[in-house]
């Protein structure tokens, strides 16, 4: 064999070592192994054999001697190869390889063997390193070998070959395999040792290249894979959410890491699990996306999920009260019933317009001690959780009875109650002066009806004053409505500014309906103690101004007896000529030249 094809060979060789070592070396560590293994490898395609060997034997009708096989390239055997490869994981497998290399030549003078043939059938295992796009490998098979030079008979022994090869893989089923070389090592004897024959050593190189077709095995690893979820999935503002990302299908070998990002709302962390703050928000929907990545080029998944910040409920709540009636320093338990639509924890508390009261949660106790006889308003309140809490209130009423009277002194305050009716000068009070329009003796009639009506009130608190208006018959039934509804506003505020409560009043207007006339005004005049006969002669002297003055009045009716004011016209008051006099009135209407009088 010459240096020339020795050093062929030898760059042939480094060559691919060099190639496996880069790709080894140098290819992304995370995709090594992702690549599933096919079941079966079944490889064919073309051999060269470098033989690098001299054949020693005995040529017909000569002596023993030796031959060099062919040192030319374009001499050396060729061929076709073919091997199965059955993996048993995702690097070890075990190859079955056979071979066919031969060579055309003569046998000249120069005494060189030019045609000869190789074969072999070998067994080994195989371990492959698999990419995505590169799968280097090495081999070392075990098996026959056949070396039949032409001068010689065919010899076949057992062989050895060790080498590697790097497939670039098409897709899932092909792939073509770039290079493939082997060291082949046996040896051979093609003559007696007793005359001289030396052992035949073949120590060459096997190089071959074609189609690789993958079957069987693992379908390819699923793509990555992300899945976000909330809880709870609805909250109210202020409340806490935590989102969660699972991953899947990512190399085991690496660390998955987490980016997250927000859907109309901060998000932030590097955990496969976040927070997020709700204060503030809005009714709504919101939600937070997560991006998982292990470094690879194709680890990478994301996934996002949703959740709802809800309209917040006020809590509702009644409360009532047992008994509902009780007597001074007499005791009522309140008790109230609420719930919070939205399932918060609730708070009460109570006030009352009288009385004590004190509270235990959802009931409380009143306590009418200091308390007057009449109505008690007791508040029930209350508050959920949150921050500002949402709250709800209810009321219910206490009545405050006064100890029972011996019914004499009721029978006597009742006799002794005053009801007058009131009398107010011609067309007052004005608009312009509502609180005017009582006079001195009528102011001192109210006085008197207020102190017995509010002691009154003390053995019969649910007893009314009814107060009834009238106007005399001058101006329209608009003007004398609206006259009457003054008179009658006008003492039930004096009454109510010396302690008769608003609540005790019920007020009636009647314009001028219902007006007395002169036969029912004489009959007054007659009944009345006050007058002496001149008096009355005079006063029906001036009848029609006395009818106008006794129609402009108010009316007092007690409601638990029905009993009706005394219609007593002060004659003998000092005020008198003022409640007398027709004078006054107000313009009833712009095209109108005489007031109208009251």
């Not at 023993?64 to 199965?84: I, T």
């Not at 002066?433 to 009528?442: D, T």
Request: hydrophobic share 35%; aromatic share 8%.
């Amino acid at each position: 064999m010459s240096s020339h094809s020795k050093s062929h060979m030898g760059r042939i060789l480094a060559m691919l070592a060099a190639m496996v070592v880069v790709l080894c070396t140098f290819g992304t560590p995370a995709a090594a192994q992702d690549q599933p293994a096919p079941k079966w490898e079944l490889f064919g395609g073309y051999s060269f054999l470098y033989p690098n060997a001299t054949v020693h034997g005995v040529l017909p009708g000569a002596a023993a001697g030796s031959l060099p096989l062919s040192d030319r390239m374009e001499s050396n055997p060729r061929g076709g190869g073919a091997s199965l490869t059955y993996n048993f994981n995702n690097w070890f497998g075990i190859t079955l390889d056979a071979s066919k290399e031969w060579s055309a030549g003569e046998v000249g003078v120069a005494k060189r063997i030019d045609d000869a043939g190789f074969s072999n059938v070998s067994l080994g295992p195989k371990l492959t390193y698999r990419t995505e796009h590169f799968s280097p490998f090495f081999e070392a098979l075990l098996g026959e070998h056949n070396l039949s030079p032409d001068a010689f008979h065919d010899v076949t022994k057992l062989g050895f070959m060790v080498g590697a090869g790097l497939d670039a893989n098409l897709s899932r089923h092909f792939a073509l395999r770039l290079l493939r070389a082997d060291y082949v090592f046996s040896n051979y004897r093609f003559g007696p040792s007793d005359v001289g024959t030396q052992r035949t050593e073949l120590r060459g190189a096997r190089v071959e290249t074609g189609i690789v077709i993958m079957f069987g095995g693992g379908a390819p690893p699923a793509p990555p894979y992300a899945s976000c979820s909330v809880n709870p999935a609805q909250v109210y503002a202020g409340e806490e959410v935590m989102v969660t990302a699972n991953g899947s299908n990512f190399n085991p070998k690496r660390t998955v890491k987490y980016n997250w990002s927000g859907i109309e709302v901060k998000v932030a962390g590097t955990d496969a699990s976040t927070r997020i703050d709700t204060t503030g928000l809005l009714p709504g929907s919101y939600g937070a996306t997560a991006n998982l990545s292990d470094g690879s080029k194709n680890g990478v998944a994301s996934c996002s999920a949703k959740f709802i910040v809800k309209q917040p409920r006020p809590p509702v709540i009644s409360c009532s009260s047992n008994p509902a009636s009780v007597q001074i320093g007499g005791t009522s338990t309140i008790t109230s019933i609420a719930s919070s639509p939205d399932g918060r924890r609730l708070s009460y508390n109570y006030a009352s317009s009288a009385g004590d009261i004190s509270a235990n949660n959802t009931t409380a106790t009143l306590n009418a001690r200091n308390a007057q006889p009449g109505a008690i308003t007791v508040t029930c309140n209350v508050n959920d959780d949150r921050n500002p809490p949402l709250t709800a209130s209810s009321t219910t009423i206490v009545t405050v009875e006064a100890p029972p009277a011996p019914a004499p002194e009721i029978a006597q305050l009742e006799v002794r109650l005053a009801l007058h009716s009131i009398y107010f000068p011609t067309a007052r009070p004005t608009v312009e002066n509502p609180g005017g329009g009582l006079v001195e003796s009528q102011e001192g009639i109210l006085l008197t009806l207020a102190q017995d009506f509010t002691k009154y009130l003390t053995y019969k608190p649910d007893a009314h004053l009814i107060l009834g208006g009238h106007a005399d018959q001058r101006g329209s039934e608009e003007y004398n409505k609206g006259l009457t509804e003054r008179r009658v506003e006008r003492t039930k505020s004096f009454l109510v500014e010396h302690g008769v409560p608003a609540s005790s009043i019920e007020t009636r207007s009647f314009g001028k309906d219902d007006n007395l006339t002169a036969e029912q005004v004489k009959e007054l005049m007659d009944q009345d103690p006050d007058l002496s006969p001149d008096d009355r002669k005079q006063m029906l002297s001036h009848l029609q101004v006395m009818v106008l003055a006794n129609n402009r009045r108010v009316d007092v009716t007690l409601s638990t007896t029905g009993e009706q004011s005394i219609r007593r016209y002060p004659f003998n008051a000092k005020d008198y000529l003022a409640l007398i006099s027709t004078s006054g009135g107000e313009k009833t209407g712009a095209k109108k030249k005489v007031k109208e009088k009251k």
